[in-house]
């Protein structure tokens, strides 16, 4: 016989999800296991028709304190811990009395279903399992001897096994089974953290993060990479959207539309008060290469694609609205990689349906759940930062050529789409009777006079010739007066930046020499 194999002979179950239970259930009977159980578990199990020993005949105490003891006792601990080939243990176990437990099997307090309905602190500390995690992690402490399920999608894998071993288990499931119990209560435990965190609105010095993984990707971002798709189960946005047609999403497809529509959304929020409610944004490796709100979709989206015609090929777009009818018509002699949109109307799924492989996400923007940190790996461990949300409020002309009032506007809008272009980051942008846009950019330069010489650049390639009204946002402060020079040789007069540079004065000068305006906002947006 096999050293490895432990029979199953006593059972404790005690779940909240009961899917698949009655099927375990009836397994573990017909092979002579006797099942323990409690409360709504052992409900459900004495109506299969089943025998089921009550959690109180071995604890030797009944149920307490409405609920919270049950299954807490040190005769369930000890019928979990104690080793079966130690024989110091065994004796203990028949001094003491204590009968072993081959198999738990257990899944935790709905705490995550209760936080996202928005349950109350109450709701929440009442679901928060003391006794399941107790079981858990004995048993998975003592998987030599003992096997756990957290999973309903394990039970088929343990009757399978009960099956081919009659009616045991091997060592490799065992190991299996424990490694999933661990990270089950682990996620449960970061779930507890994060949303008492959250609540509290309070800072520790441990982060949790426990995500789970939604999906293999076919590789990361370069084919010799892997990749996957891990989802936070409390999250609501782009990792827990399922698209409707396309082929499956690459990483950089993710990466590409997590850009889209973190840029889409602040220009939506800014659109919310603004003169323009419909918002398209294209993105390219990450960047924004176009932009635009208008006062529909199609004139938004046309805006947008004319800030770069050639980047904007093989894209990913945002939208605000419903995709209409003339968005898709317009689309449908172009190639793009991904649209997002609240929600696609019939006929433009008829249009789109004639390309298989384009992929349609539906996301809205007004339920989206952007993160509050931002993690990136290092060597060693990670950085954390909270994200750069919010819409810049503090606008200030700093020069003695004034800023117009109308051209505020504008300057908003430019500053959303400039905190989402890597930096150094420069973006020109244009207001028409039709709404606003970006015309030309120039991002990820370690001299930020290259990204200004590239933005005016692609304005120009643009067809935009006069950039005497047009508006250039910078993400960062200009450190010398170099900047300015430039600026005002391509006929700029006008320019948004934080400030905050020691040389902010020369600056300042060169603009009132050169008769340009320029307002601080007060807010870096670097974006590395």
């Known amino acids: 016989m096999n050293n490895s194999l432990v029979k199953i002979k006593r059972a404790l179950l005690s779940v909240s999800d009961k899917t698949g239970l009655d099927v375990l259930a009836q ?17 459900f199990i004495m109506n299969l028709g ?8 071995v604890t030797g105490n009944p149920e307490a304190f409405a609920g919270r003891m049950k299954t807490l006792s040190f005769q369930v601990a000890s019928g979990l811990l104690f080793k079966r080939d130690s024989l110091e243990d065994l004796r203990q176990a028949e001094e003491l009395k204590i009968e072993a437990i081959d198999l738990v099997v257990c899944n935790l307090y709905p705490f995550e279903e209760v ?5 109350t602190l109450e709701e929440l500390v009442e679901n928060i399992d003391i006794g399941g995690p107790t079981m858990v992690r004995a048993a998975a402490k003592n998987y030599a001897h003992v096997t756990v399920s957290t999973d309903p999608a394990e039970y088929r894998e343990l009757i399978d096994s009960l099956v081919e071993f009659d009616g045991a288990t091997d060592l490799n499931l065992r190991k299996k ?8 209560t682990a996620l449960y435990d970061s779930l507890i953290a994060s949303e008492l965190e959250r609540e509290n609105n309070v800072e520790g010095k441990t982060f949790c993060l426990s995500p789970m993984r939604a999906q293999e990707l076919r590789y990361g971002e370069n084919p010799h990479q892997k990749g996957y798709v891990y989802q936070w189960p409390l999250g609501k946005g782009l990792a827990q959207a399922k698209p409707i047609q396309g082929k499956a999403l690459s990483y950089n497809n993710l990466l590409d539309a997590d850009a889209a529509l973190r840029s889409a959304l602040d220009l939506h929020q800014l659109s919310k008060n603004g003169p323009f409610k419909s918002v398209v944004t294209i993105i390219k490796h990450s960047n924004p290469c176009g932009a635009a709100m208008s006062n529909t979709s199609l004139q938004a989206l046309e805006m947008a694609w004319a800030g770069d015609p050639i980047s904007s090929f093989g894209s990913i777009i945002c939208f605000n609205r419903e995709l209409d009818r003339a968005s898709a018509d317009w689309l449908s002699s172009r190639f793009v990689e991904v649209i997002c949109a609240p929600s696609f109307s019939d006929e433009a799924l008829e249009i789109f349906a004639k390309k298989k492989n384009l992929r349609l996400i539906p996301v809205n923007l007004d339920e989206l759940n952007v993160s509050d940190y931002m993690v990136r790996s290092i060597t060693g461990g990670w950085v954390v930062q909270e994200e750069d949300e919010g819409l810049d409020e503090d606008y200030k002309v700093v020069t003695d050529i004034p800023f117009d009032d109308a051209r505020m506007e504008l300057a908003k809008f430019g500053s959303m789409v400039c905190k989402h272009l890597k930096s150094n980051a420069i973006g020109l942008f244009s207001k028409s009777e039709n709404g606003f846009s970006i015309i030309g950019a120039g991002m990820g330069n370690p001299n930020r006079l290259i990204s200004v010489a590239q933005s005016i650049e692609k304005a120009r390639e643009n067809g935009v010739e006069n950039l005497s009204e047009a508006l250039l946002v910078s993400d960062a402060f200009f450190p010398f007066a170099d900047n300015i020079e430039a600026t005002s040789k391509a006929g700029i007069k006008f320019i948004v930046q934080p ?3 020691i040389k902010d004065q020369n600056v300042i000068d060169a603009c009132n020499e050169t008769g340009t305006s320029m307002v601080f906002t007060g807010r870096r947006h670097f974006r590395h």
Do not use: D, M, W, Y
């Not at 089943?50 to 005949?57: D, F, G, R, S």
């Open 27 to 43: 397994e573990l009977n017909n092979r002579g296991v006797e099942i323990i159980s409690s409360g709504g578990t052992a409900k």
């Open 50 to 57: 089943l025998p089921v020993t009550p959690i109180e005949k």
């Open 115 to 119: 936080a996202k309905r928005g349950g």
């Open 177 to 184: 089974l424990c490694l999933q119990a661990f990270r089950h």
């Open 499 to 501: 400030g905050g540079s």
